[in-house]
């Protein structure tokens, strides 16, 4: 059964500095990944995704993550944080089959200090 | 595209009420989705749909909810009758298939009294 471990459910970085927000899968196939991102009062928007190919995936507002199979990680990183990234952010993998569904980690929020 | 329209945007109900929360998925996508999201609790699926017929509704938490898909571009959750343990943000998603990831909506805030 696949599962999404998100390490830390609180970050606070610097204006400037890196962003890094871990996560961890389980699954017994190929995953797909994904991070979604969490404004207040928001639906969750998705920031990227993993399917096939490479394993460096670029997502919008400057964010990319690395899918590393011998770690079993997919970690959301940004080189310089901004105000306008603090947020919660959710890191998802795919169920086995051609079911569409998503298991979600249990969020990581985000704090931007200036 | 609209993307995914929920409503209503909040609803502030008695505890006995029935309640019914309204979702409108993305034209031609087939997969649509129930969360509800918690403090205590996170994001929790409730129910899915593949071209509009149930497919696992194993975390439809007791029998007082209950979902409905009755064409391509509309779907419902009702709780009946509802209770304060009920008090949530109820998000619907959608999708066109495995991988594409989802489309959400911008939920809806349900407070039981």
């Known amino acids: 059964a696949q599962s999404v471990t998100q390490l830390g459910s609180h970050v606070s970085v610097s204006e400037g500095a890196l962003v890094l927000l871990r996560c961890n899968y389980s699954?017994?196939?190929?995953?797909?990944l994904f991070w979604y991102v969490q404004y207040p009062n928001q639906g969750l928007q998705l920031l990227l995704k993993y399917t096939t190919g490479a394993t460096l995936v670029k997502g919008i507002n400057g964010f990319e993550a690395e899918f590393k199979k011998s770690e079993t990680s997919f970690h959301l990183t940004k080189p310089s944080a901004h105000m306008s990234d603090a947020a919660e952010y959710f890191c998802a993998v795919s169920v086995s089959g051609n079911t569409g569904k998503l298991i979600f980690g249990q969020g990581t929020t985000l704090q931007v200090k200036p | 595209d609209a993307g995914v329209i929920q409503s209503p945007r909040h609803e502030v109900t008695e505890m006995g009420q029935e309640v019914t929360l309204r979702c409108k998925p993305i034209?031609?996508?087939?997969?649509l989705f129930w969360y509800r999201q918690t403090m205590m609790r996170g994001l929790e699926l409730l129910i899915y749909f593949n071209n509009n017929v149930p497919i696992d509704d194993s975390g439809m938490p007791e029998d007082r909810f209950s979902a409905k898909m009755p064409n391509a571009s509309f779907s419902t959750l009702k709780i009946q009758p509802s209770e304060p343990r009920d008090s949530a943000v109820y998000f619907c998603?959608?999708?066109?298939?495995?991988?594409?990831?989802?489309?959400f909506g911008s939920g809806t805030r349900l407070t039981v009294v």
């Open positions: 034209s031609g996508h087939d997969y």
């Open positions: 998603a959608s999708s066109y298939r495995q991988g594409a990831g989802y489309t």
């Open positions: 699954s017994s196939v190929p995953p797909y």
